[in-house]
């Protein structure tokens, strides 16, 4: 397992590399700097700004300071777009706000997604597998700038429970993290009820109801774990997404979260802020993968790590 | 998405909205701002807050056009316009409570200028004060004597420039010219505009700033004039979503819900209900033609395209936002400027049969071989409707395509410097009340004249207008410079912005600024 463990943090090391370096090089190909504005800079003003951010140097250059920066210094160096900012300021900033955000949507997804997705595997072809199906179904399908909009029109406006934006109190975490949730629950219940039924087929269930073992007992301590496969190789990259932060959801209820300078630095050609988003998501991916396959055997006793 | 619009503020009119506390103000800011070091920052959020906490020689009353005395409690001007002698107040204190004095303003104007502050807005001295550029291009201590700012004592500050600018008073007033105190900035470096270091001269001063969050400025005591800053606190928050600024204004949230707090469309509805303010703004919106290109580089070609925009039609049916249709470049409310003649006159249908007769006259009657023309804008639904209208316009009346393309922000600035275009959308913002503002974009040199449009004559004319004292004379002056530019038309006006939002009813003193900037130091709450 050990072993299996260093070989996968080796191959992240490898993949991390190779994602710093695409997107280093795919950044600088599109148009536009992040000094181009409406209203020009001087010329002599904007050949003073590029050399401070190292711009005026050789591409290859460029990309060997900035390496030398992230590795030797994890510095991740100054934002362009926010002069008076660090990159490393910026989303440990931000990070905080979407890492709560998004610990409060995996609480939920998982809870409300696992729920519907279990009662409508064990009410297969009926009612409570039509209906929350259903409901997953306009979850997966309906945009989060909707869904947002409604529960902030709902549980702010209409009922006044909730704050309808900022993040003064612990009740304005709900709603953005009911919205990020949802969207997720939606995906995570139609996952599990696949994932159950596929393994509520299986002949050692029947031979398990066979035996005469309830249904309770099924469920719990042969069926659950191995339902949950595809659910957990699926909360991977979804718990990434969850704690870097979503755009849409960050603006409509308007959380300093990360989500918003990882769109927003790209827009600007924010070389560094969008460069750092880059990396702090792929650790993040990478992490939780490793993660969920080290999961995997504790859940699949047919999964070794030879 | 409308109806969500409308449902949401329904239900909204009908919560009895919170309220926030009474002794502070707080405001829709739209966004982040990028710096809050006076003399480097640009933008619309920057200043709104660098506005609170700083304060230059001269100061602005709440319309943002009136100049009042700042720093500065007298001011002469020599009589060649030249040489500006301010009287600094006595006393004056920096946030932190030692002396500012006209020394402090030397440094600062110098640092505007060397080149590692790395200031846009540079050109306000290296174009208008004596060795300015000299130190610009080569900042030593022997080219830094030869500049004309020099503070002769504590109290005394004088700027001699290369030529008389009527304006010149209104720069003192703006934040780029606001004094930076030197032990903080070079003590602290680009970290000085922390809330823990940073010190100022303003009404208010910086408390706290939580990235994309809030900024929180307490009233500042030593601020000179103290005795009448009523509210304790300024709050700006960074709101984007347009929708969630109308929530947050009706859920008691905001003072202020600023221009990003209602959706164009429902502007007609919301002016309805007495706490929504619309204004006149200070951006003049206009297309520019690609005059090195055929057959835009034929004046007649662009005159019949100028006249065939059915102005008043677009604002009423299309953007929808209170705009004002305007057929020439500076907003008439600029000032005692009161607006050039632009090309179009009152009668709409004279002027499409005129502009019928000019493309015959250019050679392509009835759009006859006209070949089709792109219109670049950047990406955004309020640009694309009025690129669509206007196409649908020019071809209906004069019988010309021109097909709009859309690029992302950055590609399209790329595109517009490049000249890649034959007709391009640009905004523009004033940045001190004069025509000048808006005038001086048009000149041959000028890096912001994308139009390949030249004209000796305009750049002459407009540099004679800055070397006459501000009054009637010049202002009939700038008229016919601007004549001149829409005559002969690098540029096809079409509106000017207009400010709007919603304004809780207890705040006093708030007057409605054509750049929306708040100066919070005269507001106060019933």
């Known amino acids: ?306 | 998405m409308n109806m969500l619009f409308s449902l949401t503020f329904a239900l909204l009119s009908a919560l009895p909205p919170a309220q926030t506390s009474k002794d502070e103000f707080v405001f829709n800011n739209r966004g982040e701002p990028e710096s809050i070091d006076p003399h480097f920052a640009t933008g619309v959020p920057d200043n709104s807050v660098i506005a609170q906490i700083f304060q230059g020689l001269m100061a602005r009353k709440a319309d943002w056009a009136t100049l009042v005395p700042g720093d500065a409690e007298s001011y002469k001007i020599s009589k060649d316009l030249k040489t500006y002698t301010f009287k600094i107040r006595k006393g004056l204190k920096w946030s932190d409570g030692t002396p500012l004095t006209a020394k402090d303003y030397e440094y600062s104007w110098l640092r505007v200028l060397r080149p590692e502050t790395l200031s846009n807005y540079s050109y306000w001295l290296t174009d208008n004060v004596v060795g300015a550029l000299a130190y610009q291009e080569k900042p030593t201590p022997e080219n830094a004597a030869k500049v004309g700012i020099k503070a002769i004592d504590n109290e005394t500050f004088v700027v001699t420039l290369n030529k008389p600018v009527p304006y010149f008073l209104h720069l003192t007033a703006e934040t780029i010219l606001a004094p930076v105190k030197k032990e903080v900035v070079e003590k602290w470096g680009s970290q000085w505009t922390r809330p823990e270091n940073i010190v100022s001269n303003g009404p208010y001063k910086l408390s706290s700033w939580k990235v994309q969050d809030r900024i929180v400025m307490d009233k500042n005591p030593l601020f000179h004039d103290a005795a009448n800053v009523k509210l304790q606190r300024v709050v700006a928050l960074p709101i984007e979503d347009r929708q969630t600024g109308v929530n947050m204004y009706q859920q008691g949230k905001l003072d202020w819900s600023g221009h990003n707090g209602a959706p164009n469309s429902l502007v007609p509805a919301f002016k309805a209900n007495p706490d929504f303010r619309i204004f006149p703004g200070f951006i003049s919106y206009y297309y520019l033609f690609n005059t090195k290109r055929p057959p835009l580089d034929n004046p007649k070609v662009r005159e019949a395209m100028v006249l065939t925009i059915d102005r008043d039609e677009l604002v009423k049916q299309v953007t929808r936002g209170g705009e004002i249709g305007y057929g020439a470049l500076v907003p008439p409310h600029t000032g005692t400027y009161g607006g050039a003649q632009g090309l179009p006159s009152k009668d709409f249908k004279a002027d499409v049969a005129k502009a019928k007769k000019l493309l015959a006259e250019a050679g392509f009657p009835e759009g006859k071989g006209f070949r089709t023309l792109n219109l670049l804008y950047n990406t955004d639904e309020n640009h694309k409707k009025v690129a669509l209208a206007l196409s649908q316009m020019w071809k209906k009346n004069l019988g010309i395509t021109v097909a709009p393309f859309n690029q992302e922000w950055k590609v399209y600035l790329k595109s517009q410097n490049a000249k890649d275009f034959d007709l391009s959308r640009q905004g523009w913002q004033g940045d001190y009340p004069d025509p000048a503002t808006f005038l001086e974009l048009f000149q041959s040199k000028s890096g912001n004249n994308h139009t390949g449009w030249a004209s000796a004559e305009y750049d002459k004319k407009f540099q004679e207008t800055n070397n006459m004292p501000a009054g009637k004379a010049r202002d009939a002056k700038l008229k016919e410079v601007e004549e001149l530019l829409l005559k002969d038309a690098p540029i096809a006006p079409i509106f000017i912005y207009t400010n709007f939002g919603f304004l809780r009813p207890e705040v006093v003193g708030f007057e409605e600024n054509s750049i929306d900037r708040p100066y919070v130091r005269y507001f106060s709450k019933k």
């Open chain 1, 1 to 306: 397992m050990l072993k299996y463990i260093l070989k996968r943090i080796g191959g992240g090391v490898v993949t991390l590399f190779i994602v710093i370096t695409l997107s280093f090089f795919m950044m600088r190909l599109a148009p536009g700097g992040p000094f181009s504005k409406d209203r020009a800079y001087p010329p002599e003003i904007l050949r003073n700004i590029e050399a401070k951010y190292h711009l005026d140097k050789p591409l290859l250059v460029q990309y060997g300071i900035y390496l030398e920066r992230v590795i030797f210094h994890f510095d991740l160096g100054p934002s362009t777009r926010y002069a008076d900012r660090s990159v490393n300021e910026l989303i440990a900033s931000g990070f905080e706000y979407s890492a709560r955000i998004g610990l409060g949507a995996l609480i939920f997804s998982v809870f409300v997604g696992l729920c519907a997705g279990l009662i409508a595997a064990l009410n297969h072809n009926k009612f409570l597998d039509y209906f929350p199906m259903s409901i997953s179904m306009i979850g997966v399908s309906m945009p989060d700038f909707v869904l947002a909009n409604i529960l902030m029109l709902v549980f702010a406006l209409q009922l006044g429970w909730l704050p309808v934006a900022g993040i003064d109190s612990f009740s304005g975490y709900i709603l953005p993290s009911a919205t990020l949730g949802l969207i997720f629950a939606s995906s995570i219940a139609r996952l599990t009820r696949g994932g159950m039924l596929e393994i509520l087929g299986q002949d050692f269930v029947r031979t398990a109801r066979a035996k005469g073992l309830s249904q309770r007992t099924i469920l719990w301590r042969h069926t659950l774990k191995g339902g949950l496969v595809p659910v957990v190789s699926y909360l991977g990259p979804a718990i990434a997404s969850m704690m870097t932060g979503s755009l849409i959801v960050e603006k409509v209820f308007n959380i300093p979260g990360l989500g918003r300078f990882f769109v927003d630095s790209a827009t600007n050609r924010d070389y560094t802020l969008a460069m750092g988003s880059v990396i702090v998501f792929a650790v993040l991916i990478i992490a939780l993968n490793i993660f969920v396959d080290c999961v995997y055997g504790l859940l699949d006793p047919r999964v070794t790590y030879d």
